[in-house]
């Protein structure tokens, strides 16, 4: 049999098979037979945001986000609003020589918006679909979704978020053990959640994200020096878990978690 032949034969088979299968929206939905969760309360929620970085002078690292925050459920039904209060941000470098914290002043200082999900049954059990969300840190921007980040504090669109004094807001950086001090920046960051786990007192699945951060203003001019930087390749280490505590949750049960899951974090 030709080539030609036998790509019109497997051609043709496929369309039988497509023809013969009903369309999904014409089957019944699967169902794990549990009762929808009862998600409404207080949960403390810890996030994973790996990049990869050439840095200068230091060449390529990983540095991984580890963000904890305090998230309060409304639940209508299969709907989800969640309302978010940050609590800490834990920075890790795979290189010793770069070192960040954010400190949690500037954290609690970001406001982001609600965000929204949609619970839905699986043969496997209930699952969770989070919507993009979109937070916009630093500065104002009359396109959020589009607009380029400014590159100057002495842009009008950028403010002093964390009431510090200085533009957009300050993460303290040392990098070499030599070179230290404060950049000024604006940051972009987008996040969903798709097809996370669910339960009672537990939700964690795979997180997609993206984060566009300009440093406006340095205390030290070697900081404002661009490096490139991407996500790191590996889709297992994107990711978020969320806890329900046996009462509300705060800020110190939050960081509490945190700690617990920085000892299990075997990759920074």
């Given at each position: 049999?030709?080539?030609?032949?036998?790509?019109?034969?497997?051609?043709?088979?496929?369309?039988?098979?497509?023809?013969?299968?009903?369309?999904?929206?014409?089957?019944?939905?699967?169902?794990?037979?549990?009762?929808?969760?009862?998600?409404?309360?207080?949960?403390?929620?810890?996030?994973?945001?790996?990049?990869?970085?050439?840095?200068?002078?230091?060449?390529?690292?990983?540095?991984?986000?580890?963000?904890?925050?305090?998230?309060?459920?409304?639940?209508?039904?299969?709907?989800?609003?969640?309302?978010?209060?940050?609590?800490?941000?834990?920075?890790?470098?795979?290189?010793?020589?770069?070192?960040?914290?954010?400190?949690?002043?500037?954290?609690?200082?970001?406001?982001?918006?609600?965000?929204?999900?949609?619970?839905y049954e699986t043969e496997e059990?209930?699952?969770?679909?989070?919507?993009?969300?979109?937070?916009?840190?630093?500065?104002?921007?009359?396109?959020?979704?589009?607009?380029?980040?400014?590159?100057?504090?002495?842009?009008?669109?950028?403010?002093?978020?964390?009431?510090?004094?200085?533009?957009?807001?300050?993460?303290?950086?040392?990098?070499?053990?030599?070179?230290?001090?404060?950049?000024?920046?604006?940051?972009?960051?987008?996040?969903?959640?798709?097809?996370?786990?669910?339960?009672?007192?537990?939700?964690?699945?795979?997180?997609?994200?993206?984060?566009?951060?300009?440093?406006?203003?340095?205390?030290?001019?070697?900081?404002?020096?661009?490096?490139?930087?991407?996500n790191d390749p590996d889709p297992?280490?994107?990711?978020?878990?969320?806890?329900?505590?046996?009462?509300?949750?705060?800020?110190?049960?939050?960081?509490?978690?945190?700690?617990?899951?920085?000892?299990?974090?075997?990759?920074?």
């Amino acid at each position: 049999m030709s080539l030609r032949c036998e790509t019109r034969c497997r051609l043709l088979v496929l369309a039988l098979l497509l023809a013969l299968t009903p369309p999904v929206w014409a089957s019944e939905p699967a169902s794990c037979g549990e009762p929808m969760p009862d998600l409404a309360g207080s949960w403390a929620m810890i996030q994973f945001m790996p990049k990869v970085a050439n840095l200068p002078l230091v060449g390529q690292a990983t540095i991984t986000a580890v963000v904890s925050l305090v998230v309060e459920i409304e639940q209508q039904s299969a709907s989800l609003i969640m309302r978010d209060t940050y609590c800490h941000t834990e920075v890790l470098s795979s290189n010793w020589v770069l070192s960040s914290q954010v400190p949690d002043t500037v954290v609690a200082s970001f406001d982001p918006p609600a965000r929204t999900a949609t619970l839905y049954e699986t043969e496997e059990g209930w699952k969770l679909d989070q919507d993009w969300h979109l937070e916009i840190r630093g500065c104002t921007l009359a396109e959020p979704e589009t607009e380029d980040l400014p590159v100057s504090a002495d842009d009008p669109r950028v403010f002093d978020s964390d009431g510090d004094g200085h533009a957009g807001f300050t993460v303290p950086v040392r990098a070499l053990g030599i070179i230290g001090g404060d950049t000024y920046v604006v940051q972009r960051l987008r996040y969903r959640t798709v097809g996370a786990d669910v339960s009672v007192d537990r939700i964690e699945g795979p997180l997609d994200w993206s984060s566009e951060q300009i440093v406006v203003d340095a205390s030290d001019a070697f900081l404002k020096t661009g490096f490139e930087e991407w996500n790191d390749p590996d889709p297992d280490v994107h990711r978020f878990f969320m806890v329900r505590p046996e009462e509300d949750a705060g800020c110190e049960e939050a960081l509490s978690i945190l700690e617990a899951a920085l000892i299990a974090y075997d990759r920074p």
